[in-house]
């Protein structure tokens, strides 16, 4: 029995070593790129696109040992893409490179003045790839979200960071003591500044809200087409939504009392426009408490 138990152990230990010399010298002979939830006609970024990208940034695998490949430094450049969620490397001992890539799942997509931008539902922007076809919400107007059109990352994080430069500005403006003119203007232009900036964190926040709301409605998801967010003179968000049926625009105003401005913009789809006639209207007002107002 311990003669058994040791010849076993022998043939572990002389499969390791075949296993470590065969790792040692082994070369990549292919690398596959598998992009995770995507379909034909529904993705964010092509295999030919990320093929193109790693050999752009000097990542050449085939013919290289599989030893010196650093798989910690190509995943973390492809995650630098902001449609990247998540890039996972790895070789088989075959010699195949994988490279998994799961890409961000966005609610919406920002095409106001300047941007082109994607956004997830926990407020992640990036921009637009140029090869992407990913079908979700689209919001046009004059609407724009705290991040420049550039910005790839968490408009959380980017929210908080801006908050405490403002705070601790404000610190030293206190801690000089000099009440001079100077400083009392500075002061109140952080004010206002953090005042504008936290509007329009929030507004995002509602807009990434109610665009999933109308997406959990089966008849809304397929009624509205479009989304037209624009700011107002008092710097609120105000919403326009463009339905498939019919010829007229919604006017939806502020992001508040949704639910029930919702309700009544559908029993009046039920109950007014199938007798009224679709083509009627060029606007249906909601804006107003317990009123649907509509213009011809």
């Known amino acids: 029995m311990v003669l058994a138990w040791g010849a076993?152990?022998?043939y572990i230990l002389y499969a390791l070593t075949l296993t470590h010399r065969h790792k040692e010298n082994l070369c990549v002979e292919s690398v596959e790129i598998n992009i995770l939830d995507s379909t034909a006609t529904t993705y964010l970024v092509s295999r030919d696109f990320m093929e193109h990208q790693l050999k752009t940034k000097g990542f050449t695998l085939v013919g290289k040992r599989v030893k010196e490949v650093d798989f910690l430094s190509i995943a973390e450049s492809i995650e630098k893409n902001g449609f990247v969620e998540r890039a996972n490397v790895y070789a088989s001992l075959s010699g195949k490179v994988y490279i998994d890539i799961s890409q961000r799942k966005p609610v919406l997509r920002l095409r106001t003045n300047g941007y082109n931008s994607y956004v997830t539902d926990d407020g992640y922007i990036f921009r637009a790839p140029k090869e992407s076809a990913y079908y979700t919400a689209v919001v046009t107007g004059t609407?724009?979200?705290i991040a420049a059109p550039t910005f790839n990352g968490h408009t959380k994080r980017l929210y908080?960071?801006?908050?405490?430069?403002?705070?601790?500005?404000i610190e030293e403006i206190k801690e000089s003591h000099a009440d001079t003119y100077q400083n009392n203007r500075e002061y109140q232009r952080l004010l206002r500044q953090e005042k504008r900036?936290?509007?329009q964190h929030k507004d995002l926040g509602r807009l990434i809200d109610f665009v999933q709301h109308i997406a959990e409605d089966d008849f809304w998801r397929a009624e509205v087409v479009q989304y037209i967010a624009d700011t107002t003179s008092m710097g609120a968000l105000s919403l326009r939504l463009v339905p498939r049926s019919g010829n007229?625009?919604?006017?939806f105003g502020e992001l508040?009392?949704?639910e029930d401005k919702m309700q009544r913009l559908e029993k009046f789809y039920k109950d007014g426009l199938t007798q009224l006639g679709w083509e009627r209207f060029k606007t249906i007002d909601i804006r107003y408490d317990k009123q649907v107002i509509c213009r011809e």
Request: aromatic share 4%; proline share 4%.
């Open 8 to 10: 076993i152990l022998a």
């Open 143 to 145: 609407f724009r979200p």
């Open 160 to 169: 908080k960071e801006r908050v405490e430069r403002i705070h601790e500005r």
């Open 197 to 199: 900036i936290t509007r």
């Open 248 to 251: 007229h625009i919604i006017i």
């Open 256 to 258: 508040t009392d949704t």
